[in-house]
Structures are given as C-alpha cells and as structure tokens.
C-alpha cells in the first residue's frame, strides 16, 4: 500500500483533487482531508508521532518488565543487602524484585523516547504546513497500484509527501 500526504495552498484545490482521484479507476482506497474544519491530525493515527512511540514502549516493556523483575531478585541474592530487613527474608528479595520491574518499567519509556522514528522528520514537516494554513490530503493506495502521480501534479501541490510505498 502506498501512502502520500499532499500538501495544498486552499479548500478549493483540495476538494477538486479529492473529486478528481475518487474519479479514478481504480480509486485510492483511502482519501483523508485535514485541515480546519476537516479532520483534525490528531485523529489520523498514520499521523500521530506518539503512536509509533506508544508501540515501541510496549515493546520494549514486555522484555524488560521480567528482566528487570529477575535482575532485581538476583542483585537482592548476589550483594546480600539488607536494605528491607525488617520485612523478613522473603519480602526483602521480592521488594527488590519488584523495584528491578519498576526499573524495567522505567526503562521501557526512556528506550522508547530515544528513538526517532524514520517519518518523524517528514510528520512534523506536516504538521508545520498544517499550522501556516495550509491543507493536507491523504492518498493510500491498494497493493500494487501506484499512486497517481500525473493527477497529483495537475493540482498543482506545494508538496507531496511519501511516507510508505508498497
């Protein structure tokens, strides 16, 4: 599937072009205007940086919330503190179990925040077009069917934006 954001200047050119490439056979499969009085960028989840972000925490927490459960409960063994002494000897181990899953927990945020995501540069990009007024539309088009880059032009963009081709 093939995905580009098409930036234009009016409401006008945006519903011509939406018009023209409905008329198209075969139609893209998705069609998406975003601006003012459209859909909002925040309901468009294609559009979304923290999306991406919310995925790879989620992630990263399923390996590192038992990681950090066992490396908590092997550090509590190995350096025989006794920090939590007064809970008995049991609750002492499982206290630090659970402060190396809250560890884990915690570091499944910071890994997820550290990484750009390869169209975090292009999303923001868009989302600065979309606050100096201009209008975006969504093109998704089937498998194997190119985007129709000829009636794209005919519009007369101020950008086209690929995010994913298939």
Request: charged share 20%.
């Amino acid at each position: 599937m093939a995905t580009s954001v098409v930036v234009l200047e009016g409401r006008e050119r945006l519903s011509q072009l939406r018009e023209a490439l409905a008329a198209l056979e075969p139609p893209p499969t998705r069609l998406v205007a975003i601006g003012d009085q459209e859909t909002p960028l925040s309901a468009v989840a294609r559009l979304d940086p923290a999306a991406p972000r919310r995925a790879r925490q989620r992630s990263m927490a399923r390996w590192l919330l038992p990681f950090g459960f066992l490396a908590g409960l092997t550090f509590t063994y190995i350096t025989d503190l006794h920090t939590f002494a007064y809970f008995g000897a049991w609750s002492q181990h499982l206290i630090g179990a659970l402060l190396g899953l809250v560890s884990g927990w915690m570091g499944s945020f910071a890994a997820a925040a550290s990484v750009n995501g390869e169209e975090d540069d292009r999303i923001r990009g868009l989302r600065n077009r979309l606050a100096e007024g201009n209008w975006l539309l969504l093109v998704e088009t089937a498998p194997g069917v190119d985007v129709p880059w000829t009636t794209l032009q005919q519009a007369r963009p101020r950008a086209v934006v690929r995010l994913a081709d298939s």
